[in-house]
């Protein structure tokens, strides 16, 4: 298990998951400011991984007992033999902490809730680094998660249980394949003795990509 601090967080970022435009005003920033201190005092992000053998037949792509349907997997995966899979949270604190604040300054939930989002995503790539540093002279894909493409929510439950993340990250998955709690992440980093070709990512695998309300604004998450 990975345990990292959560270090000053992405404010671009955060204010993008707000849809806020501009620069912001000073007391929104003092807001922003108090919620990022609040936050990194609450959480407590932590990483497990394991890496599994990539198996190719008739049926398709699995790794260990964890089968990968779909072609975007399929191609995100082109020319790798192992995968990393990760579980990443920052903890049932940090998810208490928005809920808190919900219930009577929904301004502030809100803030804590973009600036949580922002930090899973910089906590999954300090881990990413640190899985180089463990793993010299091989070469990664991107992170692509359950949801990305035609890649199932439903996989939810295996990857936990394969991570055994409810016994070291306290993690679950609701009925509907929604991680509890909620600022967590899992995904699948393909791994290979040669180099990669770069594969799409982002707009291009998002289900959301339709409906996007940062793609209609001419940005990305």
Known sequence: ?????LESINRKEALRYMGYHGEPDETFTTLVDE??????KAAQPRVIYRVLPLSRDGDGLSAGALPLPGADIAKHLEGCDRILLMAATLSGQADQL???AGISNMTRSLALDALASAGIEQIC????????????????????????????LKLQPRILQLLD???????TVTAENILIPRKSVTAIIGLSEQPLKKGARGCATCRMRETCAFRK???HC
């Open 1 to 5: 298990m990975l345990s990292l601090s």
């Open 35 to 40: 919620c990022e201190k609040a936050l990194q």
């Open 98 to 100: 928005i809920h808190r």
């Open 125 to 152: 790539d300090r881990a990413e680094l640190f899985f180089q540093e463990q793993l010299p002279g091989v070469y990664f894909t991107w992170r692509f998660s359950p949801g990305y493409g035609d890649l199932p």
């Open 165 to 171: 993340a409810q016994k070291r990250l306290g993690l």
């Open 217 to 219: 604004g001419g940005g």
